[in-house]
């Protein structure tokens, strides 16, 4: 490369290094701004759905005036427009994805990052850049396909689409839930003998993986078959679970996936969700009108009885109401995770040493 005159290699180095840093920024603020639950709807680009063919066909354009073009006055030009122009399309497009979508969303943009550093890498000559931006962005987007894969989704789905435009006129959901408390579980959980634990979000949000520890080692202490049941995108991120619960020291044997466990949901006791919704959504079998129709779930309701520990009936992450909450065998345990965690342990404690 001349001074003051880059060659083609690193003007491509140059224009990729600014488009796909300019989406992952926008696109990260978009994504924290929803998973924070800052915004749900609003904030929406005029047009959001006619954009991004425009703005695609813009940045085309940067791209051919940088490369055609010896003028600096060009070149700089061309790179400012495309940093402009993919901003704006890394916010309508992350924007639009749906909420349960965004633990995807976040590993693309996280995969954004690398191949953006990547670039920044060739661009100043810089093996160390262009190796870690590699590395980053390559392991991003296997993780993108592994979570992909477990929602039963492609990847263009998710990023172009929204679980909102995936069914047809979903099942009314219909109902009464049935409360329970905190001494009734506890007296269920000590005269089971298979006990099946859902973590989900809620736990981690709640740090209730220690008193769940305590409780789990109370009832194995007693003979009791307890197990863990993890979905792969349960939380925020793959492994998150599985983190959290090796945390609290809670025999990794005992943590099995989805596909281990979900055959023996039939022969259980007691299931008992911990702050999770989506991953537990009946209506992804029983409803092949529901936007997550397909996606594999923990189908904790097949149990003789199903406790669900949540704060409220509210919807989770995608949006939809859950079936779960209203079935015959399912009991709703309200309140904080960890403080209802805590109280469970110390009952059910008390009725197996009765």
Known sequence: MASGNPDGLHKVACFLGSAIGAITVTGSMAAYLKLAGL??????????????????????????????????????????????????????????????????????????????????????????LTIVGSLIGSSGAILSYIMCKAMNRSLGNVIFGSYAELGGQQAKVEGTHTESSATEVSEMLAQSKEVIIVPGYGLAVAQAQYPLSQLVQTMRDSNINVRFGIHPVAGRMPGQLNVLLAEANIPYDIVLELEEINDDMSETDVTLVIGANDIVNSSAVEDPNSPIAGMPVLEVWKAATCVVMKR??????????NPLFFKKNTLMLFGNAKNTVEELATLTKQHLED
């Open 312 to 321: 409220s009936l509210a919807a989770g992450y995608a949006d939809l109401e």
């Open 39 to 128: 915004i749900k709807s609003g904030y929406d680009l005029p047009m959001k759905n006619q954009l991004n063919r425009p703005l695609m066909a813009g940045n085309a354009a940067a791209f051919a005036a940088l490369m055609g073009s010896a003028s600096h006055g060009v070149g700089l030009s061309a790179v400012c427009g495309t940093a402009v122009l993919t901003a704006l399309l890394g916010w309508n497009i992350t924007n639009s994805i749906g909420s349960a979508d965004m633990p995807v969303a976040i590993t693309v943009l996280n995969s954004y990052s690398g191949w953006a550093l990547c670039a920044e890498g060739f661009m100043l000559n810089n093996p160390m």
